[in-house]
């Protein structure tokens, strides 16, 4: 029989997998893949550990409190009670903030704004957990880390308003905060390039021996970029100082974290394949946060190298103002999210531990709602995008070079302001 | 005063500012132990400290983010990428962040950062082993871009640049490590030392970025080159008989207009000569240069030998590169009345 001829028996066709979510608009929102062990069943590895020892930490789930709001098992913090108080206003800071800066959007004081609703316990927490001097190299979604260094939040609603006060000079996105003085690494709008500059920042913390330590932060869906493995491969060849986190929203704006390769493996797994010891931590439990970010950042001041971190949360807001999440994910699916809000967690938990009354939770709110239309209304006053005083526009042309070459001299002059 | 080729002199401007400046630090594929694969780092690993001088993975893009982290704690990183037509993974950390981070944080954050690359032609290494991008650097606002064309220029630009708080990108014309290569292939190689560029400082000294350097005085015609081409052009006014003015640019961006403007409106005519291909290349941006600033004194059309827009090919190197057979045709065109 000649072979070109031979029907194949038993071999089948070829099939193009392209991942989808369990649940698009219309339908009930399906969480069916995200396991929930019970909190405190999570071991504790030494800082020390190795990353193979991490392994099963990495597929897990970190979790402190429980239903009841009970911090259990051995990644309890031993935290303090003022330290969750803090943590638990500025999150509803955060919150209100975002609130605000939607509405400043809407109302056309600026052009966008991007909010970190239902996630707010990632930056706070984890800020909580570090010492002010370690160097910050974030995403857009953490401005919860300047509200709880305590940032002007006037200083930063003049960025998002391109106003007279603006740092930046009105020349970045609104949110693309810089603060050198707040160790907060100015933002960029290409997604991942952070994460491996951060690492470059720490080997220069190391080379100095200096005693700061750098963190950083991606999304799940910037993962796939280059820059995650540049960064982990650095990270682990020169074992440096830095913290890796993986903020695992599960929505690259309308790509869910499948398409980032979320499905075949969790992303703190990935660490383990280069060498770097990672936990995977319920997101919206601050105790948790804190609890691994702590470990991480004990490892890095030790000498024993980086930390991979996976934040699992979820994106309770649009991806930006310029995002319609309901055309393409069930409308309700935020409010079924099985973490929950972790201003409501850290609330239930202060309660439980008779630290904090429903009437103070009230009065806090209605502080921080105050101290953000004050704020405002100060921001305003130097201007917005829409009206009001800006920078002259002949600044554009500064800070191009540290010296101002002949060729912008020239074009400055032809701008003629 | 020593003598050097400019692989030494390039490696001579690194041990003096790694003895300089203790936040000066060296790195890319193969620079550390081994020296890199143009023997540029010889030595320097060994002399200076494995935390100084060292290796990195081969990730261009990574290399490159590690200067930015490093420029924005406060040191003063120097990448080697391995050769020019590497460093396109790496672009986005050029061209987004290393250029633009002054200007978006209001100056609150810079990386000074020096990349060395080799480029250019000659050696038959084909078409990812002969580039010339300068063009891409200088058309992104915030990069500075230099090429040097003698021992005595590539160490004292290659300080300025490690020295400048702005990012610049230092393209190393390989075809001039060991000797001035002025086009004629089939010519035996000359080395160095026959050439008084190879009197080089050991200590420190600097070449200014931003000033070019007129290398012949001339008052027929003046030919704007740099790199390879500055010898290229030497080569073609030889032998043409033509009293041309040579000038080498040194640095691109920024760029010493007064130097050309001043020639050009003393000679009337101008040959541009770049290896890299034609199209939107840095010819394209002298000529719309010259022909702003000094258009009434232009006796003739200006000419531009460049590389072809093709690929590098391998075996039709000679074919490609611009020698000075085509610089004397265009010395030749601009020169009839």
């Not at chain 1, 001041?301 to 991806?319: C, D, K, M, Q, S």
Request: charged share 20%; aromatic share 8%.
């Amino acid at each position: 029989m000649n072979a070109g001829t031979k029907e194949p028996l038993l071999q089948p066709t070829l099939r193009f997998h392209v991942p989808e979510p369990k649940a698009r608009p219309g339908h009930a929102p399906d969480f069916s893949n995200l396991v929930l062990p019970v909190a405190g069943a999570a071991p504790r590895p030494p800082v020390n550990a190795s990353a193979y020892d991490t392994r099963d930490l990495a597929g897990d789930l970190i979790r402190v409190l429980n239903d009841d709001g009970e911090a259990v098992g051995p990644w309890r913090p031993d935290i303090a009670v003022d330290v969750l108080l803090r943590g638990l206003r500025h999150m509803m800071l955060t919150r209100v903030f975002d609130e605000r800066m939607l509405l400043s959007q809407r109302q056309g004081k600026t052009s966008f704004y991007m909010q970190c609703t239902g996630e707010e316990a990632v930056a706070v927490g984890q800020a909580s957990a570090l010492d002010s001097a370690d160097m910050l190299f974030p995403t857009y979604r953490q401005q919860g880390l300047l509200i709880a260094r305590d940032w002007s939040i006037v200083d930063m609603m003049c960025q998002v308003f391109s106003n007279s006060h603006d740092r930046m000079k009105g020349r970045q996105l609104p949110v693309m905060y810089s603060s050198r003085d707040a160790n907060f690494f100015s933002l960029s709008g290409n997604l991942g390039t952070q994460f491996s500059q951060a690492v470059g920042w720490a080997m220069a913390s190391a080379y100095k021996r200096d005693r700061r330590i750098a963190v950083t932060w991606i999304g799940d869906g910037a993962t796939a970029e280059g820059d995650f493995h540049y960064a982990m491969t650095s990270a682990a060849v020169y074992q440096a100082p830095v913290v890796l986190n993986v903020v695992n929203n599960q929505w690259a704006i309308s790509s869910y974290q499948g398409i980032a390769g979320g499905e075949e493996a969790t992303f703190a797994t990935r660490g383990v394949g280069y060498g770097i010891p990672a936990l995977r931590v319920d997101g919206n439990d601050f105790l948790a946060v804190h609890a691994v970010t702590r470990w991480a950042a004990e490892r890095a001041r030790a000498n024993l190298g980086p930390t991979l971190i996976e934040l699992v949360t979820y994106r309770a807001a649009p991806h930006s103002t310029s995002d319609d999440p309901s055309k393409y994910r069930p409308a309700d699916e935020s409010s079924c999210w099985p973490l929950g809000d972790p201003i409501e967690r850290l609330k239930k938990h202060l309660m439980h531990i008779g630290a904090w009354t429903e009437g103070e939770h009230t009065a806090l709110r209605e502080e921080v709602a105050e101290q953000v239309r004050t704020a405002a209304k100060e921001a305003e006053s130097y201007g917005t995008l829409g009206q009001g005083p800006k920078h002259d526009p002949a600044t554009m042309f500064e800070d191009v070079f540290r010296e101002m070459p002949w060729h912008l001299r020239q074009q400055l002059e032809e701008l003629g302001t | 005063m020593a003598t050097m080729n400019m692989a030494q002199a390039l490696n001579s401007a690194m041990d003096t500012m790694l003895a300089r400046d203790p936040d000066v630090l060296i790195f890319g594929e193969d620079v550390g132990y081994f020296g890199g694969v143009f023997r540029c780092t010889t030595g320097l690993q060994q002399k200076h400290g494995a935390d100084r001088v060292f290796d990195t993975p081969v990730a261009e893009g990574g290399i490159l983010a590690m200067a930015v982290g490093m420029g924005a704690y406060g040191l003063r990183p120097v990448a080697e990428i391995q050769f020019a037509d590497y460093i396109y993974p790496a672009m986005d950390q050029l061209v987004s962040e290393a250029a633009r981070l002054r200007y978006r944080s209001g100056g609150e954050f810079w990386a000074p950062l020096t990349v060395r690359a080799p480029c250019g032609g000659g050696i038959f290494g084909g078409q990812t082993h002969s580039q010339s991008p300068e063009a891409l650097f200088t058309h992104v606002c915030g990069l500075k871009t230099v090429i040097p064309s003698n021992p005595y220029d590539a160490k004292g630009l290659l300080i300025s640049a490690i020295e400048d708080d702005d990012p610049v990108i230092f393209f190393e014309p390989k075809r001039l490590y060991n000797g001035p290569f002025d086009g004629h292939h089939e010519r035996p190689v000359q080395p160095w030392a026959k050439h008084p560029a190879s009197d080089v400082p050991e200590g420190y000294y600097n070449v200014p970025l931003g000033k070019a350097a007129v290398i012949r005085e001339g008052s027929a015609a003046t030919v704007l080159a740099y790199g390879t081409m500055v010898h290229v052009a030497l080569a073609a006014v030889e032998e043409t008989g033509i009293d041309a003015e040579v000038i080498d640019l040194r640095t691109l961006l920024p760029l010493d207009i007064d130097t050309i403007v001043e020639s050009v409106n003393k000679t009337g005519r101008c040959v541009i000569v770049h290896e890299a291909t034609r199209t939107s290349g840095f010819g394209a941006e002298l000529c719309a240069l010259v022909q702003e600033h000094c258009f009434f004194k232009l006796e003739a059309k200006i000419e531009r030998v460049t590389g072809w827009d093709t690929p590098y090919p391998l075996a039709f190197e000679w074919d490609y590169f611009p020698g000075p057979r085509r610089v004397a045709k265009a010395l030749q065109r601009v020169m009839e009345p």
